[in-house]
């Protein structure tokens, strides 16, 4: 059995939709590889940002 | 006047839908279908890596549809098209979910599906000639 800590998950996560998404939303490869890379900062960026805000919240 | 790409794909002929089924059948068949190897290859390692280690990670496949989460998650999984009635058949994936990572399998299961139904409407987008 696999068991990742929850940012592996994340990074694993990111990595696979980001993927799909670079590819099914833009038609040439290198604005696919631009937009995927986007999406995975984005993901993985986001959730560090908000890990943040709720240790902050959690005190 | 048809512009040439729409011209293109009245040419191909067969049947139309063929790339969205065989997509969501099997992950980056629709874009195998269309001679895009290496964006199917890649639609096709994504969505398959992201069902495996959802099971791996003993997630739970939806059976039944019980209330609106249960039916939302159900139809997640039935995304991933023989992939889901395969596991479904050979009993892979949790009953109840008893781990912490098995909730993470379980979503990573769903999103797998719904990245697959996303990837079979793109092989029907260029089967269609909407996109290149």
Redesign the interface.
Known sequence: ????D?FS?VV??AL??S???G??QR?TPPKMFRYGAYCFVIFVGSVIVLSWVMKFIGG | MATPQIKKTEQAGGFIYLPLIAGWLVPGAGHFLLRKWGRGALLAVSVLGMFSIGLAMQGKLYAGAHDILDMLGLAGDLGNGLLYFIARAGGWGADQVTVTTGDYGTRFIVVAGLLNVISAVDAHNLRTGRKS
Do not use: G, R
């Not at chain 1, 059995?1 to 990742?4: E, G, I």
């Open positions: 059995m696999f068991h990742p929850h998950a694993l996560f696979f939709a993927v799909v998404f590819i099914t038609e």
